[in-house]
């Protein structure tokens, strides 16, 4: 009985032997499909990856170029500024010298200004006594470059600004009771006299001076109150001005 059971458990290893290299095989190739098919994911997963990636890289390479142009356009912008602040700052300059010019214009138009008149044109005159300040038109002109004088009123009106010298005689015939004299004003201001007085010949006064004027500014020359002038064809009472130089 021992023997026989002995016997069937041989029998029973040997089956088993026989057994054991067929199932091994094919455990092998479902581990085989099982990694085959894990590389496959993993491939996959590679590719899409590597696509991913590429796409990526593209993209990257899209925006480098479009950062790129926006640099480009910001620099032209930056370009085109610095040109419109060269181009303002350039007209401004421009400006500011025509302004300059157009100070300077009157200046350049009257090179020279000087007038010299005497207090009568024709025959004889005396003027006065008045009573008061009396504003003596000098209608004898001799000369009046730059028409800054005004025979008709007597007043000389400064074209430019600058330093103008005037001179101015009076004389007059003698007398006990009026002395022959006359005040040169600027601008309703009495700056100098000239005056004299005797009782007989003939007495003669004089005066001169140099005034810093501006634009438009008046000088004249008035008779002195209770005063007596006289003037003929030896044109003896005259008024005379001219510019030294601008300022």
């Not at 700052?89 to 300059?100: D, R, V």
Request: glycine residues 6%.
């Amino acid at each position: 009985m021992q023997t026989k059971m002995l016997f069937t458990l041989f029998l029973l290893i040997c089956w088993l032997s026989t057994v054991q290299p067929e199932t091994t095989p094919a455990k092998k190739i479902i581990q085989h499909e099982k990694e085959d098919e894990y590389d496959r994911d993993i491939h996959s997963v590679l590719r899409e990856m590597t696509a991913m990636l590429a796409k990526q890289n593209v993209q990257i390479m899209y925006l480098q170029k479009e950062n790129e142009a926006q640099a480009a356009k910001l620099r032209d912008v930056d370009n085109l500024k610095e040109a419109i602040q060269a181009q303002t700052a350039k007209q401004k300059t421009t400006e500011e010298k025509l302004a300059e010019l157009d100070k300077l214009k009157p200046q350049l138009q009257v090179k020279q200004v000087a007038f010299s008149a005497s207090l009568v044109a024709t025959g004889q005159r005396h003027f006065g006594p008045f009573s008061a300040l009396y504003t003596l038109a000098f209608k004898h002109v001799i000369t009046n470059i730059g028409n800054a004088y005004n025979p008709n009123t007597g007043v000389f009106t400064a074209p430019v600004k600058g330093a103008y010298h005037f001179e101015f005689y009076i004389y007059g015939h003698g007398h006990a009771s009026h002395g022959s004299g006359a005040v040169l004003v600027k601008n309703g201001h009495h700056i100098f006299l000239a005056y004299e007085h005797q009782p007989s010949y003939w007495p003669s006064s004089s005066n001169g001076v140099t005034l810093l004027l501006e634009v438009g500014d008046v000088v004249y020359v008035r008779q002195w109150p209770n005063t007596k002038i006289y003037d003929n064809g030896g044109h003896h009472t005259t008024f005379s001005g001219h510019l030294l130089f601008t300022m």
